[in-house]
């Protein structure tokens, strides 16, 4: 339902590479955020955006880094990818979708990483 | 940051049972949201309840803003209810999210 894209949805990559994981949203909204997940575990913040060319560090450290060009989109990348960085991201937005509704979280499905 | 903690971790019921799952959170927040995240990863949100009770279908949260807990009912428990449910804090302009280590639950046929 949502409308919030992440690509590529697996990716196994050797260690070196640099990789960007591209997240987009349809919704217009100002907020974005990625998170990192590990399996059966809680989702950690890396990085959010208040809107065009805000960006921020999240509480956890993160060797990665993001951009936020447009509104829509919200990419993030890697510039040399490790095994430690074998994990789930996840992208979200905060806003509202319809009349009458809240400030609510929408994610993306996650793009899972494996670095061999 | 604002921590976050949920009970039971694991959660078995068999289907029909109706549950109850807590978020104690640490600080004075002016958001709160119950995810449900699938088998597959997605994570979808239940609800937006910073403080009260909202119902929808078999479903129910409230809050106790005061007391700095909220809770999530299921009823009637299907086996789609399966996953892990998160709870989630705000407390400036949505800023940041602290996440809660999440509810495992798994229903059985």
């Known amino acids: 339902e949502a409308d919030i894209y992440q690509t590529p949805r697996y990716l196994v990559i050797g260690t070196g590479k640099k990789i960007t994981l591209e997240c987009s949203q349809t919704?217009?909204?100002?907020?974005m955020y990625w998170y990192q997940q590990d399996p059966g575990m809680e989702l950690h913040l890396i990085h959010y955006s208040y809107g065009v060319n805000s960006t921020e560090k999240g509480d956890l450290s993160s060797e990665s880094t993001v951009s936020r060009i447009r509104t829509e989109h919200f990419p993030l990348t890697l510039e040399s990818a490790r095994p430690s960085h074998t994990s789930q991201y996840l992208c979200?937005?905060?806003?509202?979708?319809?009349?009458?509704?809240?400030?609510?979280?929408?994610f993306g499905p996650g793009t899972r990483l494996t670095v061999l | 940051g604002i921590q976050v903690e949920q009970s039971p971790p694991d959660l078995i019921l068999q289907e029909g049972a109706n549950s109850t799952l807590r978020c104690n959170f640490s600080?004075?927040?002016?958001?709160l949201q119950w995810f449900h995240q699938n088998p597959w990863g997605q994570l979808i949100n239940l609800f937006y309840?910073?403080?009260g009770t909202k119902q929808n279908g078999r479903l129910s949260a409230t809050t106790v803003a005061t007391e700095r807990y909220s809770l999530l009912y299921i009823s009637s428990s299907q086996t789609t209810d399966s996953g892990v449910y998160f709870c989630?804090?705000?407390?400036?302009?949505?800023?940041?999210?602290?996440f809660g280590s999440g509810t495992k639950l798994n229903v059985k046929p």
């Open positions: 309840i910073p403080s």
């Open positions: 989630a804090v705000s407390r400036n302009n949505f800023n940041k999210f602290y």
């Open positions: 600080d004075s927040v002016n958001n």
């Open positions: 979200a937005s905060l806003g509202r979708r319809g009349r009458g509704s809240t400030d609510t979280q929408y």
């Open positions: 919704m217009g909204h100002d907020k």
